[in-house]
């Protein structure tokens, strides 16, 4: 029985497929299967007959979809709109991947998935409603909350302060901003663990469930724990100094939340999902290199 994954070539795609392990999973990157293109979709779908699907495709570029909102929406809202038609049509579930900007970040304490969304920028607003998109269309589907995510493939910011420090750049990160960094490779574990439930014929507890790394952390701090795990793994002679800033001491094309803390309590209780540790993330990732060297 196959599980089927879309954006295999992005940072999570590549850990899906990498933790597959004996599973018959197939996965597809843009080249292959481009989510905003309709027929792509049915053909992906008709061709693998899948027990369910993994969607990890995204327009995932912030500030990028701010000038260019019409990549965002195609992906993130459209191209989610006709999978999740899709999958209904042939009765397939669907795991899904959606964000904490999904909320303005002006609460104080962690969102629940009872929680209004209230998107500041275009990434937020096409991730929100793509997940409302797929809520009308199949029941059958899980959406899982992510926060922060970082790994050992693609861009993300743990990559961004390694190559900085080495490069011997000034260090100025941010530091009135909150949010809960989450490892690929836990977020791939989790969906794993539910396909494997499909595929057993489970009927899981559908709908929307955050699931963030822990503990909750600022970009300053983080940047600091990247820098000194750097250090000990030896990939930095010494640990720089981070200089904290201000969000409008780094003015950015999008806005961001200024709390971005998910509360995982629905994943842990009702999904059975293990919490997820950022630090043994990044020590995993950081090792990952470290052995690449």
């Known amino acids: 029985m196959t599980i089927l994954v879309s954006g295999a070539g992005g940072?999570?795609?590549?850990?899906?497929?990498?933790?597959?392990?004996?599973?018959d999973l197939v996965g597809l990157?843009?080249?292959?299967?481009?989510?905003?293109?309709?027929?792509?979709?049915?053909?992906?779908?008709?061709?693998?007959?899948?027990?369910?699907?993994?969607?990890?495709?995204?327009h995932t570029a912030v500030d990028q979809a701010e000038s260019e909102p019409q990549?965002?929406?195609?992906?993130?809202?459209?191209?989610v709109a006709q999978l999740a038609r899709a999958c209904a049509a042939r009765g397939i579930p669907l795991l899904h991947l959606s964000t904490?900007?999904?909320?303005?970040?002006?609460?104080?304490?962690p969102y629940t998935e009872d929680d209004p969304p209230a998107p500041l920028n275009a990434y937020g607003r096409s991730k929100w409603e793509g997940e409302q998109a797929l809520r009308a269309a199949l029941p059958r589907h899980v959406t899982l909350r992510v926060s922060w995510v970082f790994g050992a493939h693609g861009d993300n910011f743990v990559g961004a302060m390694l190559r900085r420090a080495q490069a011997g750049a000034p260090l100025r990160v941010v530091a009135d901003q909150m949010g809960t960094p989450t490892h690929a490779g836990a977020i791939a574990r989790a969906l794993l663990a539910l396909a494997g439930r499909?595929?057993?014929?489970?009927?899981?507890?559908?709908?929307?469930?955050?699931?963030?790394?822990?503990?909750?952390?600022?970009?300053?701090a983080f940047a600091q724990a990247i820098l000194a795990e750097a250090h000990r793994l030896g990939l930095l002679d010494a640990a720089p100094e981070v200089a904290a800033i201000t969000s409008?001491?780094?003015?950015?094309?999008?806005?961001r939340p200024?709390?971005?803390?998910?509360?995982?309590?629905?994943?842990?209780?009702?999904?059975?999902?293990?919490?997820?540790?950022?630090?043994?993330?990044?020590?995993?990732?950081?090792s990952t290199w470290k052995q690449a060297t």
């Open 11 to 23: 940072q999570l795609g590549r850990e899906l497929v990498r933790r597959a392990g004996r599973r």
């Open 29 to 58: 990157d843009r080249a292959q299967w481009d989510v905003a293109d309709p027929q792509a979709t049915e053909e992906a779908l008709d061709r693998h007959r899948p027990v369910v699907v993994i969607n990890a495709a995204a």
């Open 71 to 79: 990549r965002a929406f195609a992906v993130n809202r459209d191209g």
């Open 100 to 109: 904490c900007y999904v909320f303005d970040g002006q609460k104080r304490s």
């Open 198 to 220: 499909i595929e057993a014929g489970e009927e899981l507890a559908w709908g929307t469930c955050h699931y963030p790394g822990g503990p909750a952390v600022s970009w300053h």
């Open 248 to 255: 409008a001491e780094y003015p950015a094309p999008a806005r």
């Open 258 to 286: 200024a709390y971005s803390v998910l509360d995982g309590t629905r994943a842990y209780r009702r999904l059975g999902l293990p919490a997820a540790d950022w630090r043994a993330g990044l020590e995993e990732v950081l």
